[in-house]
């Protein structure tokens, strides 16, 4: 891949205000790209819009197109108009509690918007040479088989869940039928400086150990997930959507994952540890329901096809978000 691959692309991120729409625009953005944003709400405190060094330029640089993913033709006209050539599908409800709670705008966001945007992908395919479709494990649903490789089938059960399975199979569905030059994502949860879903146990961990305060667990803390870290998410993303141009993968899944599940209560003490707030114990709930007990990725297909590795560990990755949050709680 050349050095200015990037330079002057035109890209299209929907999803861009989010934790890895944030990091992804930056990357593009310093790599030289033309990117196009998808902006719903304009969340002040968001790092795409904050004053940090590290995004203040960001505000110069990015075109926004403001709407959502539910109308299509914003999706079309921003295609179309901005000469699109590369896509990154980010925008969903990605909250599971939300979509337990309120599973109609999770399945309005996260399927119409998928199929929406596919279809203006369809009928601008002249420019279009690579969409990049954001799934996730949850799309996998609960499995005996452990880890989750591609070959596994989507089998969601709860409402966001099944949101991921569908839109999965929808964008495999435009390849196999339309050949819309499309690659889909599933990653585990991700966790990193910028998010400010603090229901997320990351965040909301970090903020507990910095007011002094027990760390809360809605499940019984045997839960295991992939914890992802959301540069190396944005850097997977974007390696991708390059590998797209040089091999024929196009119509495939890719996993990306640090391969090391973690139970909840172990994530939460290893947290504490870092933060050195070991006498803070977790307050255990005992509570979450419609959720998946067991997943985790094997990332075997993404290391042996695409030559892809995770470039951080998990606890620098950790202690990298705590001083964030210890910066941005303090403001």
């Known amino acids: 891949m050349t050095a200015n691959f990037w330079k002057n692309k035109n890209v299209f991120i929907t999803g861009c205000t989010g934790l890895v729409g944030s990091w992804l625009t930056k990357l593009l953005l310093?790599?030289?790209?033309?990117?196009?944003?998808?902006?719903?709400?304009?969340?002040?405190?968001?790092?795409?819009?904050?004053?940090?060094?590290?995004?203040?330029?960001?505000?110069?640089?990015?075109?926004?197109?403001?709407?959502?993913v539910e109308d299509y033709f914003i999706l079309e006209r921003a295609i179309n108009e901005y000469e699109i050539e590369v896509i990154f599908h980010l925008a969903a409800q990605t909250i599971v509690g939300i979509a337990n709670r309120n599973p109609l705008s999770t399945l309005e966001s996260n399927i119409r918007g998928t199929y929406n945007l596919l279809e203006a992908c369809r009928r601008n395919e002249k420019t279009i040479k690579a969409v990049v479709v954001a799934s996730s494990d949850k799309a996998?649903?609960?499995?005996?088989?452990?880890?989750?490789?591609?070959?596994?089938?989507?089998?969601?059960?709860?409402?966001?869940?099944?949101?991921?399975?569908?839109?999965?199979?929808?964008?495999?569905?435009?390849?196999?039928?339309?050949?819309?030059?499309?690659?889909?994502?599933?990653?585990?949860?991700?966790?990193?400086?910028?998010?400010?879903?603090?229901?997320r146990i990351v965040p909301q961990t970090i903020r507990h150990a910095l007011n002094n305060e027990r760390p809360v667990i809605r499940s019984d803390g045997k839960f295991v997930r992939d914890y992802f870290f959301v540069k190396d998410g944005a850097l997977a993303y974007k390696f991708l959507a390059e590998k797209m141009y040089e091999i024929d993968i196009k119509g495939e899944a890719f996993n990306f994952s640090l391969e090391e599940p973690i139970a909840v209560?172990?994530?939460?003490?290893?947290?504490?540890?870092?933060?050195?707030?070991?006498?803070?114990?977790?307050?255990?709930?005992?509570?979450?329901?419609?959720?998946?007990?067991?997943?985790?990725?094997?990332?075997?297909?993404?290391?042996?096809?695409?030559?892809?590795?995770?470039?951080?560990?998990?606890?620098e990755s950790i202690e990298e978000t705590a001083a964030w949050y210890k910066e941005f709680l303090s403001q």
Not at 186 to 191: A, I, K, L, S, V
Request: neutral net charge.
């Open 140 to 199: 996998y649903g609960e499995q005996k088989d452990l880890p989750y490789n591609e070959d596994t089938p989507l089998q969601g059960s709860h409402p966001y869940d099944v949101s991921k399975s569908c839109a999965d199979l929808i964008a495999y569905a435009y390849y196999v039928s339309y050949k819309v030059p499309v690659c889909v994502t599933r990653c585990g949860n991700f966790y990193g400086p910028g998010d400010l879903n603090f229901n």
């Open 265 to 315: 209560l172990d994530l939460v003490n290893k947290i504490l540890r870092l933060m050195k707030r070991e006498d803070l114990k977790p307050d255990i709930r005992n509570e979450a329901v419609n959720e998946i007990r067991k997943q985790y990725l094997s990332a075997r297909k993404s290391r042996d096809v695409l030559g892809w590795k995770p470039t951080y560990t998990i606890e």
């Open 30 to 68: 310093d790599e030289g790209a033309n990117v196009v944003g998808l902006v719903r709400d304009r969340v002040p405190r968001s790092i795409l819009w904050s004053a940090s060094k590290e995004f203040d330029y960001i505000k110069d640089r990015l075109t926004v197109v403001n709407g959502n």
